[in-house]
């Protein structure tokens, strides 16, 4: 496999972390069956997006005032 050159955005990567961790958290559970690490992936994704979505919403970030 070549190597790749990949740069994420600030707020592409604290999607990634988010989903990262629920990832992980899912691997470790019983929705694991051992061939589902894709659908767990796009679950984690889908949530972690999800989850920001939310916080945008509820919270006002210093940049964001007026």
């Not at 920001?52 to 007026?66: K, Q, R, S, Y």
Request: negative net charge; without cysteine; glycine residues 4%.
């Amino acid at each position: 496999m070549g190597k790749s050159y990949l740069h994420l955005q600030d707020s592409e990567g604290y999607i990634l972390a988010a989903a990262s961790r629920l990832y992980s958290a899912y691997l470790t559970t019983s929705y694991y069956t051992g061939d589902n690490e894709a659908a767990l992936m796009r679950k984690a994704i889908q949530e972690a997006l999800q989850m920001a979505h939310a916080i945008d919403a509820a919270v006002i970030a210093e940049n964001e005032v007026e």
